[in-house]
């Protein structure tokens, strides 16, 4: 059974830093992974894909990796700013599935 | 930029009754799914449909619930006979199939079962 972990849980930062927040996965037969946010009381938003053959996608001041074979994830996270304050929430898409799973989420606060 | 959208936002219910969840996808998506989201837990996914029918679904998508596509927009979530253990927010998703794989999620149904 695929279980996604994501470390840490919280993290809290001054404006301006960079930060790296961390997804696992126990079963590398993934098809693809997508790093979301999600804000209090609310819906997910998408923020990166990763397919099984990438290694990594960049949007903005987002960067996320994906090593399938040691079952690991990163987003990176340049410049945070108060805004980007939400919980990050990682998700993989188990080959032969349609179903994300899903991580355990890291809630971040950036502090002005 | 095109949304999934879901309706009500909120519903309080009491335990026993039957409710139904509904969402307008994004146009041309073509799957289409259910999660919830029990307060401070993880994102648990509930059902998939495709076609028509439904394509996968979870141990927690027992008999009281049920999926459909009634008239080619809306997707909708009936669950028969609450329980308090449903209270949950429940997230509606879609994709457009192929190559495009990214799961649009709405906002969400927080539903309250007394």
């Known amino acids: 059974k695929q279980e996604v972990t994501q470390i840490p849980a919280a993290l809290s930062v001054p404006e301006g830093e960079n930060l790296v927040l961390n997804c696992s996965f126990t079963?590398?037969?993934?098809?693809?992974l997508q790093w979301f946010r999600q804000d209090p009381g609310k819906g997910l938003t998408s923020l990166l894909l990763?397919?099984?053959?990438?290694r990594e996608q960049t949007s903005g001041r987002l960067n996320a990796s994906l090593d399938k074979s040691s079952g690991r994830s990163t987003l990176y996270i340049a410049a945070s700013q108060p805004g980007d304050s939400a919980t990050y929430l990682c998700?993989?898409?188990?080959?032969?599935?349609?179903?994300?799973?899903f991580g355990t989420g890291t809630r971040l606060l950036v502090s002005p | 930029e095109p949304e999934v959208t879901q309706t009500p936002s909120h519903q309080v219910t009491q335990m026993g009754q039957e409710v139904i969840l509904r969402c307008v996808p994004i146009?041309?998506?073509?799957?289409f799914y259910w999660y919830r989201q029990i307060l401070g837990q993880k994102v648990e996914f509930l059902v998939s449909?495709?076609?028509?029918?439904?394509?996968?679904k979870s141990e927690i998508f027992d008999d009281q619930f049920s999926v459909e596509r009634p008239d080619g927009s809306n997707f909708t979530l009936k669950i028969r006979s609450t329980k308090l253990e449903d209270s949950a927010m429940y997230f509606c998703?879609?994709?457009?199939?192929?190559?495009?794989?990214?799961?649009?999620f709405g906002p969400g149904t927080r539903l309250l079962v007394l």
């Open positions: 998700a993989v898409r188990i080959s032969g599935f349609q179903k994300l799973v």
């Open positions: 449909f495709y076609n028509n029918e439904i394509s996968e």
């Open positions: 990763i397919q099984s053959s990438q």
């Open positions: 998703a879609g994709r457009y199939g192929g190559a495009l794989e990214t799961q649009y």
């Open positions: 079963d590398s037969a993934i098809y693809n």
């Open positions: 146009s041309n998506h073509l799957y």
